[in-house]
């Protein structure tokens, strides 16, 4: 039983790794779609929200954001769909994601697309940085899991 | 001639929901019948403009003869009210901003002051925005009733000129009469540039445009008459604010096309406007001079000349 719940949680943390990367794949491409709506298309940010997360599932965060900005107004409600739906992230990266609470939708085309590319780059920084972690430490977890479990396991018997 | 026994349609409908949360709370008790602005800038109270003058909101949700004590606005609640008349999407309405205003539903235009952006020459976006001005758009049916038969009779329509100055009722004057001579049979487009006529939102208008007036909208009206002359063979085509070069040549091209036109122009009265060097040779296309002012309220009409009568 020791065994099973070590290696469990050595998996479960290898796999937030590997979520985390994906995760800010997934942001990179999801803002790089948005860019596309308000630069060529002028759609009303809350369209271009619920077009992103159909076009490419970003969890649920586009859409949730799209559904709580009229109560709360945009700014918050980007930063509590941040905060619900990207867990996967860390407070670094998730920090960068909210830089955007206070910009979007609020200046011209050309203020939104700096502002999104900003972000952009912070976020692929931090997914090299993620992908790079994930490759050093991803199978230590998974396999390190399993080797305390037996060797607690050897430790009690 | 006092416009009277009109029928008032929704003058402010839905405008509480363009204010910002901190001051609608204030706001649901006050009588807006009859307000023609409400006025937000930072730091200054929220100001209510009636045809009798100016009333500020008061903490106790009256509206008060004097501005001490009066609810103040701040600078987030400008930003909330700009974050509600755009849509979150400031983007999306910048082509509107970069003129300095906002039409949001209910025909109910915003106007903004702000930090200009200027690029070669041309104002292109409006940022550190510091004072909102709501104008409240009312669609009174009745406003042409006293004017309709000189402008048409049967099917004939006189190519109108109407003069008024800001806020003496012209915009609300021309949509009567648009539909007026819609629900009449006459096929009638509405080059509608900053959507103040017609105030299109989604595909429909809130105001009753009766049975078939065409709308373009937020094209430049020179080319916008140009488009509806080619594509839609009005009889009559009404537009807003006419004054510039472009413009002058889009009537000239209209009228020998053999379509009508019914449009106003900012002025006092004929004379006034004929004393501008740029508008003379304009004045000599239309058969009809019709003068607005406020002096018995909005939409008093207080002129009505036929072209011989002005001399031109």
Redesign the interface.
């Known amino acids: 039983m020791i065994g099973a719940v070590c290696a469990y949680m050595g998996i479960m943390r290898s796999n937030e790794m590997k979520n985390r990367c994906v995760m800010l794949e997934r942001l990179i491409s999801a803002f790089e779609m948005l860019e596309t709506e308000i630069r060529f298309n002028r759609t009303e940010i809350k369209k271009a929200f619920l077009n992103t997360e159909k076009a490419l599932p970003m969890y649920g965060f586009l859409k949730t954001a799209a559904e709580n900005m009229d109560k709360l107004g945009i700014k918050k409600a980007w930063e509590n769909a941040a905060d619900k739906c990207l867990r996967s992230l860390s407070d670094v990266d998730r920090n960068a994601v909210k830089i955007l609470s206070s910009k979007l939708g609020m200046t011209d085309a050309e203020g939104q697309i700096k502002q999104l590319e900003y972000v952009k780059n912070i976020l692929k920084h931090q997914a090299g940085e993620a992908e790079k972690e994930y490759k050093r430490l991803g199978r230590l977890y998974r396999s390190g899991g399993v080797l305390a479990g037996a060797f607690i396991v050897l430790v009690l018997l | 001639m006092y416009i009277a026994n009109n029928t008032l349609v929704h003058p402010y409908a839905g405008i509480l929901e363009y204010m910002p949360s901190a001051l609608r709370r204030y706001m649901y008790n006050i009588n807006l019948d009859g307000a023609r602005e409400i006025h937000l800038q930072a730091g200054k109270p929220v100001t209510v403009y009636y045809n009798g003058g100016a009333r500020y909101l008061t903490p106790e949700g009256r509206l008060a003869d004097k501005y001490t004590g009066g609810v103040r606005v701040t600078g987030s609640d400008i930003?909330?009210a700009?974050?509600i008349a755009?849509?979150?999407?400031?983007?999306?309405v910048?082509d509107e901003?970069s003129e300095g205003y906002i039409t949001i539903s209910g025909g109910h235009r915003i106007g903004i002051c702000g930090q200009g952006?200027v690029k070669d020459g041309k104002n292109?976006?409006i940022?550190e925005v510091s004072a909102l001005n709501y104008r409240l758009a009312s669609e009174i049916k009745g406003t042409a009733d006293k004017v309709i038969e000189r402008i048409c009779s049967g099917t004939e329509v006189k190519n109108t000129l109407i003069i008024s100055p800001p806020g003496a009722g012209k915009t609300t004057m021309l949509r009567d009469i648009v539909r007026c001579l819609s629900y009449r049979g006459i096929r009638v487009s509405v080059a509608d540039e900053r959507q103040e006529i017609a105030a299109m939102r989604d595909g429909h208008s809130p105001f009753d445009l009766g049975v078939g007036a065409d709308v373009l909208s937020g094209v430049p009206k020179a080319q916008a008459m140009i488009m509806l002359l080619r594509a839609m063979s009005p009889e009559v085509i009404v537009t807003d604010e006419i004054g510039g070069e472009q413009d002058i040549e889009a009537v000239t091209k209209i009228i020998n096309c053999g379509a009508k036109i019914i449009t106003t122009i900012h002025g006092f009265n004929v004379e006034q406007v004929s004393r501008r060097s740029d508008l003379c040779n304009l004045l000599e296309f239309f058969d009809l001079f019709i003068t607005l002012s406020s002096k018995n309220g909005v939409g008093t009409v207080t002129e009505i000349l036929k072209r011989e009568e002005v001399g031109i």
């Open positions: 930003r909330e700009l974050e755009a849509r979150s999407s400031l983007y999306s910048s901003v952006v292109t976006f940022k």
